[in-house]
């Protein structure tokens, strides 16, 4: 143990008294290894180290913030604070713990795994993990050691498999229970004196963590109520049939393009489920897969984790790994599973910028076998990043995104599609609305910029005049990109759109919002702090969800959670709800800033219109905050930079408004766009 970086157990009987038993290697080990020691236990433990357990699954502040050369300097210490230390390992994610329960009979394991990158070690016998079993018994134990012969090493990868088996839950005669559930629905049982618990004892157990009552079953029915966690198309999910029957024809468009490829699906349109369709249908034709799932957000990667669920795997989620040694033991982890059978597909779900990394390609190009990359809103894959060394072992490649060309940047979108393949399918937002997307009501609202901002616009335009033939050539300059984003940042931060703003949710009410969204802008967080004042003046429940909160995924979880339960009124953000996260209760939206990309506004409006049926969600409402030049120049001839901001504007208003159900309306949109028009002479 002194030596190992990994150390895995299946154990019969525990006793934190174990650990004083073998506290110097254990130390040694907690010191040198960054890794989690992994255990699996019977449910029957003393009351003493429930307690304990309970205290680390509690996750006790005092003890998380306890640094390990304080809490375990040194084997003596650990022995003395036996209890203590176990419950500071749960709590800080050094040891983590599943209870096993097998039907009529005993859990009776006695197996010690211990590996270092390719050497093994695996040590079993009839010793327990109790004081008495280490120290007062008279026990045997073998010892396997994979560099000494074939027969060593076989028996060492064996046991492992065996583990890997218990611990992926897929063993269909072994329930493996995680340590939280266990202790809630009270299958952990006190383990008194010397008498061991029966086969009755297990049964009874057995049949609480299935939520069975007393009455006899036969085996095979509670087998085939188990999840066999075959990757599967849910019986719910109809993609060939109804308003998701276009699902069905992107899959088949796929595989007639060689299974490479973009699906140019719209926000809303479900991007996720058909992707893991095709992908399911994939498995089923080529057989054992790795299936490598890349978002931009990790609100994303949480999504896709839980999507993935749904089709009976278990994914892998990299962000929560907790480092490049984690990384490292997780795919290693899979790798096995895939390389022994103990599973035949696996799912990785990774960032973009680990997915750039030169040490997880290498990791995953190691993976014998068909390999799947999923990558979602694939637009940011045509960076330089990705496309100067693309993973080019992926057998089968599948892009998704609502927008797939890069909006100025025809290089990069050429990459893109020589990497993924063009796109084979196209399903527009004019073709979801009304079939799976609801439809909407657009609202603009005009303000004014004042005197200030006018004369900086003026000020900042004529600054980019002098460098515009940067612009036609095509070469870049990060000077002209700043002035470039400072111009645009006085129409999306305009001080008019704050007081627009407060009058537009006085008028509706403050107590009758919900489900609604803001979007400030994210060239200055001002604004956004500035939402937030106002609404909490006006009492409004609100949270921002911007990229600080999404950086903790449990928090973003928190807030989604709020939102769509209707305990939060309003969600404000600035661009994190743009790509892929998916709120359908979204029914009402102010929209301060807008960017001149495209893509956005697409996203955006996807964003709002998905349907939700849970809430009697029948049309989305949208209001437009859009900044003008000064009335007093309204009112003449307008000149060339008043004009460049109107037009600016009015591609993103015509965009909205041509498919809102109130265009055409006595002050709808369709007004709107006129006035613009006629503001520039159009």
Known sequence: MSVANEVDIMMGFFSSKSFAEIAPGLAAFLNNSKECLRLIISPYISESDQEA??????????????????????????????????????SNGRLSVKVALMKDALFHSKVWLFRDEDTHVALHGSANM???????????????????????????????????????????????IELSRAMQDRIVQDFKGEHQP???????????????????????????????????????????????????????????????????????????????????????????????????????????????????????????????????????????????????????????????????????????????????????????????????FFDYRLGLSATPVRQYDAEGTAQLFKFFGEPCFSFTLEQAIGVCLTPYEYHVTFVELNAEEMAEWREISEKISRLAWKLDSGEKDGYLDALLLKRRKILETAQAKLDALRQLISEFGPRNLRYTLIYATDKDPEQLGSVNNMLNSQGVFFHQ?????????????????????????????????????????????????????????????????RTCKAIGKEFAVIHDLVALPPSEELSSNLDTDAKKIINGELDRVWEFARLSKNAANTGGSFEAVEHMRALVGG
């Open 53 to 90: 357990l309970k205290e680390g699954l509690l996750q006790s502040s005092q003890l998380a913030e306890e640094s390990i050369e304080r809490l375990i300097p040194d084997a003596d210490e650990l022995t003395d604070h036996t209890l203590r230390c176990l419950a500071w390992l749960i």
């Open 130 to 176: 109790t004081g008495k079993g280490l120290r007062g018994n008279r026990e045997q134990l073998s010892l396997a050691r994979s560099w000494m012969n074939d027969e060593a090493d076989e028996a060492c990868r064996e046991l492992e498999a065996e583990f890997d088996l218990l611990w992926s839950g897929s063993d269909p005669d072994c329930a493996v």
């Open 198 to 392: 029966t086969e009755d004892d297990f049964n009874r157990l057995w049949r609480r963590a299935h939520g069975l009552d007393d009455k006899p079953i036969n085996i095979d029915d509670l087998l085939a109520q188990e999840d066999d966690r075959r990757f599967r198309i849910p019986e719910w999910l109809q993609y060939r049939t109804g308003e998701y029957a276009h699902q069905g024809k992107a899959i088949d468009a796929w595989f007639e393009a060689g299974r490479r490829g973009v699906l140019e699906m719209c926000t809303g349109s479900g991007k996720t489920l058909t992707a893991l369709t095709a992908a399911q249908l994939l498995h089923e034709e080529v057989g054992p897969l790795l299936i490598v799932v890349s978002a931009p957000y990790n609100v994303l990667i949480s999504q896709w984790c839980s999507e993935i669920e749904l089709f009976g795997l278990r994914p892998e989620n990299m962000t929560e790994a907790g480092g490049p040694a984690a990384r490292s033991q997780s795919l290693a982890q899979a790798r096995r599973r895939l390389k022994r059978g103990v599973s035949l597909c696996e799912a990785i779900v990774v960032s973009n910028d680990t997915l750039c990394t030169k040490e997880f390609q290498e990791q995953i190009q190691s993976f014998s076998g068909a390999k799947l990359l999923i990558a979602d809103e694939c637009h940011n894959l045509g960076a330089a990043s990705f496309t100067s060394d693309p993973p080019e």
């Open 545 to 609: 969800l911007t990229a600080e909160e999404t950086s903790a995924p449990k928090k973003s979880r928190a807030i989604l959670d709020r939102f769509q339960a209707g305990d939060l009124q309003v969600l404000t953000a600035k661009r994190v709800l743009d790509e892929g996260v998916n709120v359908p209760q979204i029914m009402r939206a102010y929209i301060l800033a807008s960017t001149t990309v495209r893509r956005q506004w697409v996203q955006r409006r996807g964003r709002l219109l």
